[in-house]
């Protein structure tokens, strides 16, 4: 059985950090290639962070210089380091996992930063 668990989200000042962990299990991790997406309430979801199976990675303009994303095969788990957050990152987090048609999501992390 496939399990995708985002965790890791909080309180955060403006200019701080928080660092978001997505554990997949039930699948053959390493294949998929992962993504974070924020939704924000009242906005549609929106793709933050790419990593592949080759751990190329691609972000958005809005998080590119603040995010890093990374993955561990060892541990079925992806990051997500935020830096120098915004207010404007408040959002829940979700982490997609996706090979061919073998499309998994998680239920989210909150995320909140306060001005």
């Known amino acids: 059985q496939v399990r995708v668990v985002e965790s890791g989200g909080g309180l955060a000042q403006s200019g701080g950090s928080l660092r978001l962990s997505c554990a997949a299990s039930?699948?053959?991790?390493?294949?998929?290639?992962i993504k974070w997406y924020q939704q924000a309430p009242g906005k549609q979801r929106e793709l933050v962070a790419t990593?592949?199976?080759?751990?190329?990675?691609m972000y958005a303009d809005s998080v590119k210089g603040r995010f890093t994303i990374s993955r561990d095969n060892d541990k079925n788990t992806v990051y997500l380091q935020m830096n120098s957050l915004k207010p404007e990152d408040t959002a829940v987090y979700l982490c997609?996992?996706?090979?061919?048609?073998?499309?998994?999501w998680g239920q989210g992390t909150q995320v909140t930063v306060s001005s």
């Open positions: 997609n996992l996706r090979w061919y048609t073998y499309d998994y």
């Open positions: 039930g699948m053959i991790f390493s294949v998929y290639t």
């Open positions: 990593i592949t199976k080759d751990r190329l990675t």
